[in-house]
């Protein structure tokens, strides 16, 4: 028998009270999606539900099992014959705004307290998996020693322009914008820079530039907890920090350090990952701890905050360029000269030549589907802040 609306409750209500009751998503996510406004309007068009989805989800596995709890939770009230998901990313505004990002809904740290964890690696795939699901995204890379964004988005040859008040435009790649010190310095020039410098620069890239309307601005911080995190703390409103270490104790004791350093600044922590855990053997499919095992799970228990992701140890990761032969460049033949080259079209000039993040490549497995879930995640623990929801005791697997 089916489940009735009372006599004062609409079939709609009816409908958002039984999502509720079903704790949808909470067993991935750690909250249910209705305690992190997740849901939105449900409306009833015949017999069938159409419940829109607002969590950004880029996990497609959390998609899938998200649509089949909906339509079991929503199946058994009498008077709905069928069920539709709507995926519409609507995130959540908490309203606190600065000068520097007036059209800023929310400020991600990724931060890590040594160098060569994959930090970049995770921000820039956290971010256009974001981006891919709907979300306005921005990538500030603020690494102003090491700045990799422009090499790992495929943006490195392509200089900002100006808007004509003298603000500079971010580059756009694979949905996401994208501001870098590597796009106002030399490729090999070294960064040598004093803290009031590094304090001045940064304030440029968090006020002269044009980011325009963004839920989710993800700052890539160089490693440590210097002048660049105290600046960051200092003139912006982060909504939390994504802390990635590697397994081994050395990369998480410096982790620790960086936790600590945000506690002190009463930054919230959205999470930890874990990254480089395991290598699955191609040819035997044993998976190999080459760098220890659980580092990040004993650090998240330590600071009760949950684990966001195990992400593998993959080399496809590191592979930035396409496997596809460049193609000849523009020209002519000329008798007795040869071929002469011609000038670029602009659309010969834009053509990418890197590799998709791994976040968006077809072929990226485990390590794909690992990527999509730590920005799942961090989309929960964001709108987790702005509901006030409590987080429970442990992480999900």
């Not at 609409?10 to 409908?15: F, M, N, R, T, W």
């Not at 040598?192 to 911080?221: A, H, K, M, N, S």
């Not at 485990?366 to 992480?395: G, I």
């Amino acid at each position: 028998m089916g489940t009735t609306p009372s006599d004062d409750e609409s079939l709609a209500a009816c409908v958002e009270r039984a999502l509720a009751d079903a704790h949808i998503g909470r067993d991935g996510l750690f909250y249910a999606l209705d305690e992190l406004d997740g849901f939105g309007r449900v409306r009833v068009d015949g017999r069938t539900a159409i419940v829109p989805v607002t969590l950004p989800l880029p996990a497609r596995d959390v998609r899938t099992v998200v649509e089949r709890d909906v339509r079991e939770a929503v199946g058994a009230i009498d008077g709905i014959d069928a069920v539709t998901c709507r995926f519409e990313p609507r995130v959540p505004d908490p309203g606190v705004r600065v000068e520097l990002l007036p059209d800023v809904k929310h400020v991600i740290a990724v931060a890590s307290g040594k160098g060569g964890v994959g930090k970049s690696t995770v921000a820039t795939n956290v971010a256009v998996a974001l981006a891919d699901a709907g979300a306005s995204v921005g990538v500030l890379d603020a690494d102003v020693y090491g700045p990799n964004a422009p090499q790992l988005l495929g943006v490195g040859e392509r200089t900002p322009t100006a808007t004509l008040d003298d603000r500079m435009v971010p580059r756009e790649a694979h949905g996401v914008s994208v501001m870098s010190m590597g796009f106002i310095v030399g490729e090999d020039d070294p960064v040598i820079w004093r803290g009031p410098v590094v304090d001045g620069f940064l304030t440029q890239l968090f006020g002269d530039v044009e980011w325009g309307p963004l839920d989710y601005l993800v700052v890539d911080l160089p490693p440590g907890t210097g002048d660049v995190q105290l600046s960051l703390v200092q003139h912006l409103p982060v909504t939390g920090a994504v802390v990635v270490t590697t397994p081994q104790a050395v990369a998480v004791d410096d982790a620790r350090r960086g936790l600590e350093g945000f506690a002190r600044y009463d930054v919230p922590i959205l999470g930890i990952v874990e990254n480089m855990a395991g290598f699955r053997c191609p040819d035997c499919g044993s998976v190999h701890d080459l760098f220890d095992a659980g580092g990040g799970d004993r650090l998240a228990e330590a600071f009760e905050v949950p684990v966001l992701g195990h992400i593998p140890l993959d080399p496809a990761v590191g592979e930035l360029e396409r496997g596809e032969d460049p193609p000849d460049p523009p020209g002519v033949s000329v008798p007795l000269l040869g071929r002469l080259q011609l000038p670029r079209t602009e659309a010969e000039r834009e053509r990418p030549t890197s590799a998709e993040p791994m976040a968006l490549r077809e072929d990226g497995g485990e390590t794909r589907r690992a990527l999509e879930l730590v920005a799942t995640r961090t989309a929960a623990r964001v709108n987790a802040l702005v509901t006030d929801s409590t987080p429970p005791d442990s992480s999900p697997d």
